[in-house]
């Protein structure tokens, strides 16, 4: 990982080439780009280290269960409606057939 070189607004290159790789390992990019040695030793100047797989890990399960809590918020909505739909309907049909027993009974 490595800050932002834009901030100093030294990037040869121009922002837009590091603004196309912000946010991710730019790694492949960077060697990609059959950089000198010169660029390649100015590098390590703005280098802040590497992260680690458990922290790549831990976002992206945290991301996953962020959005099955999304989900499953939905999912009891509709489950609710469900539930209502149905508690509506068989009360209609004990109301219909209560008119009905009282029409007959008359």
């Known amino acids: 990982m490595a800050s932002s070189a834009v901030d100093d607004k030294k990037h040869p290159g121009g922002e837009e080439v590091l603004e196309e790789s912000a946010g991710r390992n730019a790694t492949k990019d960077f ?3 059959d950089h000198s040695e010169s660029a390649k030793e100015q590098l390590a100047n703005y280098y802040l280290g590497d992260i680690v797989d458990e922290e790549k890990t831990e976002k992206s399960v945290s991301k996953k269960a962020a959005s099955s809590n999304s989900n499953s918020g939905s999912n009891k909505g ?4 469900g539930i209502s739909a149905l508690a509506i ?7 219909y057939k209560g008119f009905q027993m009282s029409k007959s009974s008359n």
């Open 31 to 33: 060697d990609d780009a």
């Open 78 to 81: 509709l489950c609710l409606a």
């Open 89 to 95: 309907a068989l009360g209609s049909i004990v109301l």
